[in-house]
């Protein structure tokens, strides 16, 4: 009786209202369906067939044309294959390695033609998409290279991080690059770590996060998408899962306290995350039958756990998440890969990146592409991939697309004149002083024995480079010191490549230029790199028995500082990149330079005091029977670092 009280009365409130607004009873029909209003994303979605959406969840490569004489053409202008295979697909985006750039000029000519062709067959434009970290990775091989990470954090300034990224992004824009597979927000906690090092800003989370925030922030400046990576961490590996398979053993509250939390403070303003191809085990432990019998546990990339139970759960995320490249030898050698690709989308994952290996004839390659999306629409059509599944992803994809202006992209009017403007922009004077400056920012001084720096005006140095191409980098700075008048004259710096050299020929050299000073300059990438430090320590050794100060200059991973400690100065710059040309600004294009080593050595002349202070943690290096290994021992602190 209550009930059908309460449904009268609400009948008659509700009558009452629409006659008061003009309406009468005859105006309602119960089977009457709201209208649902749909968005720009889902209006397109609707209109989407099932194979258009499987390739708008693709990012290809187009890295090769050619295979001759046993190695591959990297392809810088679309040929008639290409043109016709992305004519027919509905690709949601494109990415650019270096190989596919050689000028200002030719990337511009490449964008614009693949996204002519692609426009042909589909009216949902392209992502195009570079790995432009700045540092050690970057793809404009003629832009600013730009310090790099670790460098960037050694400034301590969040300000100088969105400055540099914001460059970075400009240089991007200005070429036709809307998407960037950065900032790394790696937790760099493992010096051991092959591949991740120096593209991390720091060992500890909270500066991570901090500077990355700074350079996501950046990247919006110029409205450049921007990635970070590699979902849930990269940091505490010592394999490279672009030639393995990682594993770390770590659990889901240990991770919480280190490598999760970048992406836990950033989920929230990330355009994409990109994930990691790397086992954990004690968050996952799904075994998996190799194709040669044995047994592996699913990385990160296929882990429903991780990325749809940890990212999407419980950290909230729901912007695009994209795979790191499936063609890497921790997918490839490890999962077969039709079934990788249909578990890494049912884990919970948007874009698969670059979804066949790659490093195949062109043709080779497009066919394993067209197979790829068959097999993906067969999945989704017998109910391996769930349709929802698949929508979900698109329609984020659509609003990343949207966010950003490009689905209301247009084609290009004139392209001698957006050449002309990006000529103007990338590799800009501006941008090189910009980036020198910077560089010297990060220069940390962590020694400096009864103030051997800096160096006067008219001391000589002798300084020991471990490849040919610092040697320019040395001449450049010699040049600009001169220019600067910090030195009298270029001439009295002096540069010897040790690369081969013995202990003798480095005494020899001490002896034979009778150098004020003595600079060894390091560049260790990983443990491995450590072979040339007897040399240096016998040549610190024999100057000292004439009285030279003795400086190390750790460009690279400053992890190798301790193998000196006899030296009487110690500085690190983050970044041992050298110079390929010395670069002429008469409005010709210049091939990019490592800045670091550059700033480290005007710093070295310069009574202003140096600034940098290390972002990481520098272990005591050990002899062992198998070469080197790092101790548990600190040798620097994270935050040291002192002015003159």
Request: hydrophobic share 40%.
């Amino acid at each position: 009786m209550r009930n059908t009280l309460k449904t009268n009365i609400l009948t008659v409130l509700a009558l009452s209202m629409l006659t008061a607004a003009g309406c009468t009873a005859r105006d309602i029909t119960p089977a009457e369906e709201p209208e649902v209003i749909l968005s720009r994303e889902e209006e397109i979605l609707e209109g989407m067939s099932l194979t258009e959406k499987i390739e708008q969840m693709m990012v290809i490569s187009l890295r090769y044309s050619g295979y001759d004489d046993e190695s591959y053409t990297p392809l810088t202008e679309l040929n008639g294959v290409a043109i016709e295979h992305l004519k027919t697909h509905h690709y949601g985006g494109v990415i650019l390695f270096g190989g596919n750039i050689r000028s200002c000029d030719q990337t511009i000519r490449l964008i614009d033609e693949i996204k002519t062709a692609h426009r042909e067959g589909s009216s949902i434009p392209l992502l195009i998409a570079a790995d432009q970290e700045g540092g050690d990775v970057r793809r404009l091989t003629y832009g600013v290279y730009h310090c790099g990470n670790m460098a960037l954090a050694a400034s301590g300034s969040p300000e100088t991080v969105r400055e540099s990224a914001a460059v970075i992004a400009e240089e991007l824009k200005a070429v036709g690059i809307n998407t960037n597979f950065a900032p790394v927000v790696d937790v760099n906690s493992n010096p051991r770590n092959p591949i991740i090092g120096v593209r991390s800003f720091s060992d500890d989370p909270g500066t991570v996060s901090t500077m990355a925030d700074a350079y996501i922030k950046g990247m919006q400046d110029e409205n450049i998408i921007s990635c970070i990576k590699h979902f849930p961490g990269h940091g505490d590996t010592d394999i490279d899962s672009h030639t393995g398979l990682p594993r770390v053993d770590a659990s889901y509250d240990e991770l919480k306290t280190t490598h999760l939390l970048p992406f836990a403070e950033l989920s929230g303003d990330a355009d994409m995350i990109m994930s990691a191809h790397i086992e954990f085990p004690m968050i996952d432990d799904t075994e998996y039958t190799t194709p040669d019998g044995s047994t592996v546990y699913l990385p990160a990339t296929l882990s429903e756990k991780i990325i749809t139970g940890i990212l999407r759960n419980d950290l909230g995320y729901d912007g695009v998440v994209c795979t790191d490249a499936m063609g890497m030898d921790a997918i490839q050698e490890y999962y077969d890969h039709d079934e990788a690709l249909v578990m890494a989308i049912n884990a919970g994952v948007d874009i698969l990146l670059i979804p066949v290996y790659e490093d195949k004839a062109q043709s080779e390659y497009l066919n394993d592409l067209d197979h790829a999306v068959n097999m993906l629409v067969t999945k989704a059509e017998d109910g391996t991939i769930p349709m929802e599944r698949i929508d979900e992803s698109v329609l984020r994809i659509l609003k990343l697309k949207n966010r950003h202006g490009i689905l209301d992209e247009k084609p290009a009017e004139d392209i001698d004149a957006w050449i002309a403007s990006a000529r103007q922009t990338v590799g800009s004077r501006e941008h090189h002083e910009q980036e020198i400056r910077v560089s010297e920012q990060a220069v940390t001084l962590l020694k400096n024995d009864n103030s051997v720096l800096p160096l006067g005006a008219d001391q000589t140095a002798l300084v020991f480079v471990p490849y040919e191409s610092m040697i320019n980098s040395v001449l450049y700075t010699a040049s600009y010191l001169e220019e600067e008048g910090l030195i009298g004259s270029a001439d009295q710096i002096n540069i010897v490549c040790y690369s081969y050299l013995s202990d003798y020929d480095i005494m020899f050299a001490i002896d034979e230029f009778e150098p004020d000073a003595v600079i060894y300059i390091t560049s260790v990438y990983s443990i491995y790199d450590l072979y040339d430090s007897e040399i240096i320590r016998q040549g610190i050794s024999h100057g000292h028995e004439y009285g030279i100060p003795q400086i190390v200059l750790s460009a690279n991973l400053p992890y190798d500082l301790s193998l000196y400690d006899e030296a009487d100065a110690h500085l690190a710059c983050y970044l041992g990149s050298g110079m390929v040309e010395i670069p002429v600004f008469d409005g010709r294009e210049n091939i990019g330079y490592g800045p670091n080593v550059i700033a480290a050595l005007s710093v070295m002349y310069n009574d202003a005091a140096p600034r940098g202070r290390l972002p990481v943690q520098v272990p005591l290096v050990e002899a062992n029977e198998d070469g080197y290994d790092y101790a548990d021992e600190i040798y620097y602190h994270r935050n040291e670092g002192s002015g003159y």
